[in-house]
């Protein structure tokens, strides 16, 4: 059974700086685009960053200069390094992994920024 653990997500102050991480296991597709999504209460989830296998990678407006993704291929990982945290990144985040046949998400990690 294909799983996606992620990791690094808390507590931090206005400011301060998190990173998630987000390892794939079992997956026998190739893997296409890994990226992190991110939904707060009452809202829909939307995209925070995507990276290509060639390391491409898009942002969203709201976190472009703050955050940045990267991943390693040899590992099945995917990483967010996110910094200047503000409060309206207050969301749960989600790792999203595409193979060439199906789409995968992790359970999902806590992220909270304090004013």
């Known amino acids: 059974q294909v799983q996606l653990v992620e990791s690094g997500g808390g507590l931090v102050q206005t400011g301060g700086s998190l990173r998630l991480s987000c390892t794939a296991s079992?997956?026998?597709?190739?893997?296409?685009?890994m990226g992190w999504y991110r939904q707060a209460p009452g809202n829909q989830r939307e995209l925070v960053a995507t990276?290509?296998?060639?390391?491409?990678?898009n942002y969203a407006d709201a976190v472009k200069g703050r955050f940045t993704i990267s991943r390693d291929n040899a590992k099945k990982s995917v990483y967010l390094q996110m910094n200047s945290l503000k409060p309206e990144d207050t969301a749960v985040y989600y790792c999203?992994?595409?193979?060439?046949?199906?789409?995968?998400w992790g359970q999902g990690t806590q992220v909270t920024v304090s004013s």
């Open positions: 990276i290509t296998p060639g390391g491409s990678s």
């Open positions: 079992r997956i026998i597709f190739p893997i296409n685009t």
């Open positions: 999203n992994v595409e193979s060439s046949r199906y789409d995968y």
